[in-house]
């Protein structure tokens, strides 16, 4: 459990990409934005004003780089992590963020599902963090953060993103075999994938009474997804 709420302050200049991100966010549970700013001189008089723990931030900025706007709150000495989001993959782009302090990497689309799993670890790392006494636990915090696996073991990206769009295209709701069949998995493991979703609070899962037996459940993503 999240002792206290987790500030975010949201930089994008899109303002399509801008709304998502700041609904995305206020629906994991823990956060709240603080702010939504559209370039990185707003970012920082913003930050001057109000210090957040984590800051959203696209790296391509009109008015300068998203890296700058790490140097300089590290410089100004502001205590908040950065979770960069761009559309680069350019290696040298992401040991550069690394070596800022970047905590995480976020490409360009992402989905829902992608965005909460990384604030979800970066909760946990937070709460952590603070119990942390010896090596072993650094090394386990750290591992919470930064771990080579996003997910859980026998899980992968491209199937937990297949099925988020799937049940994006089906706001009435969709059951695990009818997930399954849709994108050529087993029903235990769709079911499997759509219990993650609804544990990272992506998806809801809702009966669907018929007129006689068990319940059927549906799981579906709410609208403003």
Same mark, same amino acid.
């Given at each position: /459990?999240?002792a206290?709420?987790?500030?975010?302050?949201?930089?994008?200049?899109?303002?399509?990409?801008?709304?998502a991100?700041r609904?995305?966010v206020g629906?994991?549970p823990?956060?709240?934005?603080?702010g939504?700013v559209?370039?990185?001189?707003e970012a920082?008089?913003? !930050? $001057?004003?109000?210090p957040?723990?984590?800051i959203?931030l696209? *790296? @391509?900025?009109?008015? /300068?780089?998203?890296?700058?706007?790490? $140097?300089?709150?590290?410089?100004?000495? *502001?205590m908040?992590?950065?979770?960069?989001?761009?559309?680069?993959r350019d290696? &040298? /782009?992401? $040991?550069s963020?690394?070596?800022?302090?970047?905590?995480?990497? *976020?490409?360009?689309?992402?989905? @829902?599902?992608? *965005? &909460?799993?990384?604030?979800?670890?970066y &909760?946990?790392?937070?709460?952590?963090?603070?119990l942390?006494?010896?090596q072993?636990?650094?090394?386990?915090?750290?591992? #919470?953060l930064?771990?080579?696996?996003e997910?859980?073991?026998?899980m992968?990206?491209?199937?937990?993103?297949?099925?988020? %769009?799937?049940l994006?295209?089906r706001?009435?709701g969709? %059951?695990a075999?009818?997930? %399954?069949?849709?994108?050529?998995?087993?029903?235990? #493991?769709?079911r499997?994938y !759509?219990?993650? !979703?609804?544990?990272l609070?992506? &998806?809801d $899962?809702?009966?669907?009474y018929?007129?006689?037996?068990?319940?059927? !459940?549906?799981?579906r993503i709410?609208?403003e997804?």
């Open positions: /459990m999240i206290t709420t987790i500030s975010v302050l949201v930089v994008e200049d899109e303002e399509i990409t801008a709304e991100n609904i995305y629906r994991v823990g956060f709240e934005v603080a939504v559209r370039s990185g001189g920082l008089r913003f !930050l $001057r004003r109000r957040v723990d984590l959203l696209d *790296l @391509y900025l009109p008015d /300068m780089h998203g890296l700058e706007v790490c $140097r300089a709150v590290r410089a100004g000495g *502001l908040c992590d950065v979770i960069a989001v761009t559309s680069a290696l &040298a /782009m992401v $040991r963020a690394v070596s800022l302090g970047i905590s995480q990497y *976020l490409l360009k689309p992402f989905t @829902y599902a992608t *965005l &909460a799993e990384k604030l979800t670890r &909760a946990r790392f937070k709460e952590e963090a603070g942390a006494v010896g072993s636990d650094v090394d386990r915090v750290l591992g #919470t930064r771990g080579s696996s997910l859980p073991k026998g992968a990206r491209d199937t937990l993103d297949t099925i988020a %769009a799937e994006r295209g706001p009435e969709m %059951a075999q009818g997930v %399954a069949d849709a994108i050529g998995v087993s029903r235990v #493991t769709a499997r !759509l219990e993650y !979703l609804v544990e609070g992506v &998806a $899962r809702v009966p669907k018929g007129s006689v037996g068990r319940p059927e !459940l549906l799981y709410p609208m997804s």
